[in-house]
């Protein structure tokens, strides 16, 4: 599809102090990532806490100043953080955050929160028309029955369609889904993600969904990128990514994942990855995977591995150097 939302080496190294005589140093949470999210398409970011996911969510909703890196909305390079361009794409790159509670404010009806939301995007009308096909979209009616309960009177399901809602309020093209079910009831979320997809076909949304949850990945993602220490290692199509998986890292995190009668590999459940994340402050140089990587070469602690193509599907890649060409190095 088309293309919305395009970040392209987008880096964030968050200043720290630490280490002899708390010298200034920087964490490097997102380095060098590259993003693409289509009309009518769900890019799934997965990978481990401390990846570097939520950051890489918050610099494209610009809630982050970015350290260096390009972001741009329909091709057109988004640089300001203030003004009339800055509001306008707030309005078209809507964020769901993990926790409806928290994004939900506990004194205030559902109604409140919705016809503010309206409001702010100057869609309230003089009725209720606005707010009851809000709820319709995301399943709550009749509106009647939610709009004048405060958050805490729904479930955790509910909460979480109220802010989808919310988020639905300023007609966005592009929505930021930052482990929006994770919270929840493991029974409720698959209810949840279907509501998404059904959205995303419907109003033609470009979706990034972030998880911790390969499988999950696989059933509701076009394509999927996966992150190690604040990096893209791998990316591709959905099912060749789960299926196939290249990176090293990929292959133990599917063989680790909770529920193997969900993903491929036979090895499920025996192996995990081993090892904790690099330190992010000031990383050494080679594939950070290296320390925790069974296929270590000597090269992988000097040299970053690039990008590389794998196998014969369009557009899958890995950054490992088990994928350079013979005799390359
Ligand atoms: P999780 O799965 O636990 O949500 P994540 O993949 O979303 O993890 P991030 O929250 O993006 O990871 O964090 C990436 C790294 O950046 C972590 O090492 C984190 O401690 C660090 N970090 C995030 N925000 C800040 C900040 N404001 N200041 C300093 N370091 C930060
Ligand atoms: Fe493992 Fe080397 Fe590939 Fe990194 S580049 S994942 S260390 S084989
Ligand atoms: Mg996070």
Redesign the pocket.
């Known amino acids: 599809g088309d293309t919305v939302l395009e970040a392209v080496g987008l880096t964030k190294h968050f200043p720290v102090r630490g280490g002899l005589l708390r010298a200034r140093r920087h964490l490097h949470a997102v380095d060098d990532v590259n993003v693409v999210l289509r009309r009518g398409h769900v890019t799934a970011m997965v990978g481990e806490s401390g990846s570097g996911k939520s950051t890489v969510a918050r610099l494209l909703a610009q809630l982050h100043p970015r350290t260096s890196g390009e972001i741009r909305l329909h091709g057109e390079p988004v640089s300001v953080r203030s003004g009339r361009s800055f509001r306008a794409y707030c309005r078209r790159v809507q964020m769901v955050f993990q926790d409806p509670f928290a994004s939900l404010n506990p004194v205030h009806t559902i109604r409140y929160h919705l016809t503010r939301a309206l409001r702010i995007h100057g869609r309230m009308g003089k009725d209720d028309t606005a707010l009851e096909e809000l709820l319709a979209r995301v399943q709550l009616s009749p509106a009647s029955r939610y709009l004048d309960k405060f958050p805490h009177e729904l479930s955790g399901g509910q909460r979480q369609r109220v802010a989808i809602a919310r988020a639905l309020a300023a007609d966005p093209e592009a929505l930021l889904a930052d482990e929006p079910v994770s919270m929840l009831d493991v029974s409720i979320r698959l209810g949840v993600l279907n509501l998404l997809r059904d959205l995303k076909d419907r109003l033609d949304l470009a979706i990034l969904y972030i998880t911790h949850d390969i499988a999950s990945a696989r059933y509701f993602a076009d394509e999927v990128l996966v992150m190690y220490a604040g990096q893209v ?1 791998e990316g591709g199509d959905s099912e060749t990514v789960t299926q196939n998986a290249a ?3 990929t292959r133990l995190l599917i063989a680790s994942a909770p529920d193997p009668d969900r993903i491929a590999g036979k090895a499920a459940r025996e192996e995990e990855v081993k090892g904790e994340p690099p330190s992010l402050i000031d990383p050494p140089p ?5 320390p925790r ?1 069974p ?3 000597p ?2 602690r000097t040299q970053a ?1 690039p990008r590389l193509p794998v196998g014969d599907q369009d557009g899958h890649w ?5 994928y350079a060409a013979e005799g390359a190095g």
């Not at 080679?286 to 290296?290: A, N, P, Q, S, T």
């Not at 890995?318 to 088990?322: D, I, K, S, V």
């Open positions: 290692v990176h090293p890292y080679g594939c950070r995977f290296h990587c296929l270590a070469m090269r992988c591995p890995a950054a490992c150097w088990l």
